[in-house]
């Protein structure tokens, strides 16, 4: 008889070599545990909690070959399942930045050809910038910023000072506002001109 740790690893194996019955099975066992930790850490948001979920799944199966039968795989699927939840959340930031960008120099958005390429160059720019920030601190600007989590609330979920929080924050906002302001008063300048 085996133990629930050996039928796990014995369903990894299975799974490795493409077996669909492991992967249901896997499925059923962690599905609600995934979709419990994003919808913990995504603030009750129940879409994105889906999405997310069936997205980890899919990446699983994407990545089977890879799939390691020692140590945690428990650690490795909401590895993946955060990864995602953080790539999402980048994704909204840029949306946000841009957005704000234009609705604080209260310019109207058209869909000229002229104004899609000044938006994909802003759009590089954010990209950029996000990157430029350590992981961290980051994180921290994302759930501040556009999750709106309290900085008690980060300090939490990270298990951080508050101070830590609110240090990170003013320098990940400071960098990001005076490296994009010059870039948004000439693509102003190039909107009107």
């Known amino acids: 008889m085996f133990t629930p740790l050996q039928q796990e690893k014995e369903l990894l194996f299975q799974l ?3 077996d669909t019955k492991s992967f249901n099975a896997i499925y059923s066992f962690y599905c609600g545990k995934v979709y419990n930790f994003i ?3 995504s ?7 889906e999405e ?13 070959a890879e799939l390691e039968t020692e140590g945690s795989f428990s650690n490795f699927l909401f590895t993946i399942a955060k990864n ?15 957005t704000s960008s234009v609705v604080e120099t209260n310019e109207e958005t058209h869909h000229s050809t002229e104004k899609d390429i000044e938006f994909n160059l802003l759009e590089e720019r954010i ?19 556009l999750r709106r989590y309290s900085n008690k609330e980060i300090a939490a979920l990270l298990n951080i ?33």
């Open 16 to 18: 490795r070599n493409g």
């Open 39 to 41: 919808l913990r850490i």
């Open 43 to 49: 603030d009750g948001n129940q879409f994105l909690a």
């Open 52 to 64: 997310i979920t069936q997205n980890t799944f899919i990446k699983l199966w994407e990545k089977r």
């Open 84 to 98: 995602l939840f953080i790539n999402e959340i980048r994704h909204k930031v840029r949306e946000a930045l841009y």
């Open 127 to 145: 990209n950029q910038l996000l990157l430029e920030l350590p992981p961290s601190r980051r994180q921290i600007y994302i759930l501040s910023k």
């Open 161 to 193: 000072s508050e101070n830590t929080v609110e240090s990170q924050l003013t320098k990940a906002s400071k960098h990001i506002r005076s490296r994009l302001a010059p870039y948004v008063a000439t693509l102003i300048l190039m909107i009107n001109g």
